[in-house]
C-alpha cells in the first residue's frame, strides 16, 4: 500500500477498507505515525491515544475480514475535538481548570461514532472553552495553519481544521457557537457543516452558549461530511434541545445536479466588506453553478444589519453564566483573551438579553421568507484569509481590521437562526485558501451537501496540498 495514506479521504480509504485491500490496522499506524511527526509543526494534538487506537484497530480488522462490515467509517480512524467527551478520558477543553476533568460517558457523538467503527487516535487542540478565533491558546501554545505554518488555523475548532488539512486525523468534529467548524474549514481548505440546530444531539459537549451551540463534521470532502452526518445526525432525549425530525440519508442526496437551483445573493451583508480577492473567488464559484443551470437571484435581509450585536448579546450573556462561578473564584486561571469576554458577559441586562431574542426571532422570521424565493444563500464563509498567529488584526483589501469582527461576521447569522450552514473550499489568496459559504432552509442539509459538492467538482483548489507535506 502507498505511503500517502494521510492525504486520502473518507471516500477514498472506505472502499479499500470494504474490499479488505487496505488493513484498518496499517491506516490506523499510518495516521498516528504521521500526526505525531507533524505535532511539532502544527500542533493540533491534544492527547494521542496510540494503544488504544492500534487495539481497536485489529478489532475492527477482524469485523472486517469476518465480513461485517458497518458502512463507511468502519475502521477510519479519527481525532476529535477536546470538547467532546470521552468515557474515563480527560477532556481539558484546552483549558487549565478543566486540564485534569475526567468524564464518566461518552458524548453521544461519540457513543454514535464507535459504534459505526470509527477508531479513535487522540483528542484535538482548540481555542480555549471554544471561546475564540484564532486557536492562539496561552495553556498548550498556538495551532499552526498547515498552508503556512506562521499563520492561525482559524478557531475554535483550529486543532480539528488544521488536523484535517494536514492529515493528522481522516476526518473530525467541531463544534460550532458562532462560526467555530466553519472559520477553521474556511482557513484550512476543507469542508464544513454546521447542521441544523437540533439535528445532532450535544449531549456530552462541554458548551458554550447553549442555545448558539451545534456539533459538526470536519472533513477533506462533501462525501465524507455526508456519511458523518448521516452517523451523528438524530434525536436524543438526553438533550434538550435536539428535535425530533426524521433523519435522511444525505450521500444519496450527492448528485452534483443545481439544473434550476436558484441561488439567493444578499450584497449588503454578505457581500459588504469583502476582501476584493476572496470575493473574486466566491463569485468565481457561484458563476460555475450557474454554468451548470443555477440561477441567481438577489435578495434582502434588513434585520441582519442587527445580527453582529444579537450574536454578541446572546453568545456574552450565555458564556458568563455558565463559567460565572469559575470567573469569581480564580479568574487568574482564564488566558487573558477569554477572561475578559467573560467579564464583558456578565454586562448585558436582561433587557439586552431579551430584545436580542426579539432581533433574532425577527432574523429568522426574514430567512424563512427568502427562502420562499430561493433555494440557498451564498456568501464568503470568511471575509479574509487567515491572518499571522499573534495579530489582533486582518488585512482587508489593504487595511488593518478588526480580526474577531470580521472573521465571525458571515457565519454569526446561521447560529442566531440556527440554520445549516456549509462551508467548502473554493480558491486560494496569497496561497492560502478561501471558502465560500452555503445556507440552506432548516434541516435540508442534504440540500446544501449537492450545492457543495457541485462546487467542489469543479476542483477549484487544483489538487493542491499544504505545504507542510514537503516539510516532512
Known sequence: MTTDLHLKSVEELAPLLEAKKLSPVELTKSILDFAEESQPKINAYMAFYREEALAQAQIVEKEILNGQYRGMYHGIPMALKDNLYFKDKITTMSSKIHKDFVSGYDATVVEKLRDAGVIFTGKLSMHEYAWGITNNNPHYGPVRNPWNLEKIPGGSSGGSGAAVAAGASVASLGTDTAGSIRIPSSACGIVGLKPTHGRVSKYGCYPLAWSLDHIGPMTKTVKDAAGMLEIIAGFDHR?????DVKTESYSQQITGDVKGLVIGINEDYFFNRVDSDVEKA???SIQSLVDQGAKVETVRIPSLQYAEWAELVTSLSEAAAIHHSDLQSRPQDFGDDIRLLFELGE???????????QVRRQIKQEFSQIFNQVDV???PTLPVVASTIGDNFATLNGEKVDLIDNIIRFTGPS???GLPAL???CGFKDNLPVGLQI???????GLILNVGYAIEQTNPLKNKKPNIFANL
Open 347 to 357: 454586562l448585558p441586562s436582561a433587557v439586552d438579553y431579551l430584545q436580542a431574542q
Open 239 to 243: 438533550d434538550p434541545t435536539c428535535v
Open 439 to 445: 445556507i440552506g432552509p432548516a434541516f435540508k442539509e
Open 423 to 425: 462551508s467548502v473550499p
Open 377 to 379: 444563500l451564498i456568501s
Open 415 to 417: 447560529n442566531l437562526t
Open 282 to 284: 466566491v463569485r468565481a
